[in-house]
């Protein structure tokens, strides 16, 4: 028997929506300081700021799935498939989050400030391209959990078709972001083209933090707290 309390599940659900919900918040911080850049309004500190915001909301993001991959209870046959990719996507997730922090605090202090951001968002693309699939793939395992293969509800339905949207918006974002960032790099307005890249990145990152936030909160967790407390055997 699993000795995880009913209070212990609620916080850790808790956490999890949270965890989420802080990285949709993120995105939308992101988008506004990219638009407080395009207005002329300090772009070089706005980008840098911003990059710092967005590398902090990928961790998160990141730490988030990492934490939902890890309380699933999948038989390992089942789970192969899904599994397969996911493990680089999470790792380069949660680099990129570490480097573009490292990286805005660089632009911050005028280490070549232009270059560096032109760079994270190079990362940041880089990331989303192959972490696209993360959280559909997190769908998929959640689904295949014991307590969820009886039955599906609308809400399962929903969330499913949303994971896969927001997967196919991750890969052309990533694709854009990782355009955007060279030919920033290559000195064609850099400053403009790192901004709409910042623009466009955290608008993706509210959409799919929003994503994972209502999957945690209103499907994973009802099936997931009963299989905790009877435990995985």
């Known amino acids: 028997m699993s000795a995880t309390t009913p209070v212990d599940l609620r916080s850790a659900q ?28 300090d772009p070089e500190g706005m980008a840098g700021i911003a990059t710092i915001v967005l590398g902090a909301a990928l961790l998160i993001q990141g730490g988030t799935i990492f934490s939902e991959y890890a309380s699933c209870f999948v038989p390992l046959a089942e789970s192969i498939d899904i599994d397969r990719g996911g493990g680089e996507g999470l790792s380069a997730m949660l680099l990129a989050g570490a480097s573009g922090i490292v990286l805005g605090v660089l632009a911050l202090l005028s280490i070549a400030p232009v270059t560096l951001i032109a760079i994270a968002i190079i990362v940041f693309g880089s990331a989303l391209i192959l972490g696209s699939n993360l959280v559909r793939q997190l769908y998929l395992l959640q689904l295949r959990t014991p307590q969820n293969t009886m039955r599906r509800s609308g809400k399962e339905l929903l969330a499913g078709q949303f994971a896969a949207g927001t997967a196919g918006l991750q890969l052309l974002t990533g694709l854009a972001a990782v355009v955007l960032g060279i030919v920033a790099v290559a000195g064609n307005n850099p400053m403009v083209l790192t901004l709409a890249a910042l623009l466009l990145l955290g608008v993706t990152v509210l959409l799919t933090g929003s994503t994972l936030s209502g999957l945690v909160a209103s499907y994973l967790w009802p099936g997931r707290m009963a299989e905790r407390r009877m435990g995985p055997g």
Request: aromatic residues 8%; negative net charge.
């Open 14 to 41: 808790t956490a999890a929506a949270y965890g989420g919900l802080v990285d949709a918040l993120g995105g939308i911080a992101t988008a506004v300081l990219a638009i407080l850049g395009m207005t002329s309004f």
